[in-house]
């Protein structure tokens, strides 16, 4: 069975019904269905992406459907197999699981439904790079992760204390998400890349939560009361980790990426959190579905293309380079 559901929807009846309805007009000439598959509506910032790529999809006048994979790769599998034998005219995932992701672009070039890569790639991510599209894909829309990590790392730079090695704590992402492993990657290469003196004192998983965040940085900041910056994978989990820094007394510098959120943006003009590199999701959803709408409607739009955001850094003197999206 399925390990979807429909967004907005709660029964499996729902979804019955509503598979009904696409399958019924999904052929029709004159309609053009997209379809977004959402890692996980937990998770505020895809539900961001999601808003952005159904109003976009909308404004273009196709019709769109949402799924929830809730947070499991073998649910994105199972939506894609679903939506193919539907009808859709179109297909938009956020991988969960980069390498699995090649298997459903190879099923849906020979269903002939284009297929989007929104925020994460599709292939070995340790051997292939952003810009190296996966045979298939329509588009890859977002932003390098690794790239993401080396701009929190040119802003961790001005906040390290000089003439002292200086103590770092990472806080990373859920488990077996490559922008967990990019990020850092992209941040201790601009460190080192820029002499940086440093050490890595831990790096710790959380599940992408401030809930989470708080009791990772609680836990660090006890065992490390030295530390003297924390770079979070994400703004949630920052926003926890500055209620540990508070809590503590640490004056520990607190940086992030994949920041945007309204209550990140308050948090740094709170002076909470020192700053982060902003990632619009709202937007990458809305690019995702101009790409999607164009591969589905023109046949000779050019395939495997590259679509980035930008993604400023952003601190208290900065904000209004990020309006807030989620």
């Known amino acids: 069975m399925s390990k979807f559901i429909r967004r907005a929807t709660a029964t499996a009846s729902a979804i019955a019904l509503a598979t009904a309805a696409l399958t019924t007009t999904a052929h029709a000439e ?23 790529f159904e109003a976009r999809a909308k404004e273009l006048g196709a019709k769109v459907v949402v799924l929830d994979a809730q947070g499991s790769a073998e649910g994105e599998s199972n939506a894609i197999d679903d939506l193919i034998a ?59 992760d690794v790239v993401a990590g080396r701009n929190a790392a040119k802003l961790a730079l001005t906040l390290l204390p000089q003439g002292e090695t200086a103590k770092i704590a990472i806080l990373e992402g859920a488990p077996g998400f490559v922008a967990a492993v990019q990020r850092s990657q992209g941040f201790i290469a601009e460190l080192d890349e820029q002499g ?6 831990s790096s710790q998983p959380t599940d992408w939560t401030p809930e989470k965040g708080e009791a990772v940085c609680q836990n660090l900041l006890v065992s490390n009361p030295e530390i003297n910056l924390i770079f979070s994978h994400a703004d949630d989990m920052a926003l926890g980790c500055a209620r540990a820094i508070e809590a503590n007394g640490s004056q520990a510098k607190l940086v992030a990426t994949a920041g945007g959120s309204s209550l990140g943006l308050n948090a740094i003009a709170a002076g909470e959190l020192d700053g982060t590199v902003c990632m619009p999701w709202n ?12 591969a589905a409607t023109n046949k000779d739009a050019a395939k495997g293309r590259v679509i980035d955001v930008e993604t400023p850094l952003v601190t208290k003197e900065t904000l209004e380079a990020c309006p807030a999206q989620w």
């Not at 004159?30 to 952005?52: C, K």
């Not at 940086?196 to 004192?201: D, H, L, M």
């Not at 937007?283 to 164009?294: N, W, Y």
Request: net charge negative; glycine share 8%; charged share 15%.
């Open 30 to 52: 004159e309609e053009v269905t997209l379809s977004y598959v959402a890692a996980s509506m937990i998770w505020p910032a895809v539900v961001a992406m999601a808003d952005g």
């Open 283 to 294: 937007t990458v959803g809305r690019m995702a579905a101009e790409a999607l709408f164009e």
């Open 86 to 144: 539907q009808g859709v005219n179109g297909i938009a995932v956020l991988p969960l699981d980069s390498v699995a992701a090649e298997s459903w672009v190879d099923k849906t070039v020979a269903a002939n439904v284009p297929f989007v890569a929104v925020a994460a790639q599709v292939g070995d991510p340790y051997t292939r790079a952003w810009n190296d599209v996966y045979p298939g894909v329509s588009a890859l829309v977002g932003k390098d």
């Open 196 to 201: 940086a003196k440093y050490e890595i004192v």
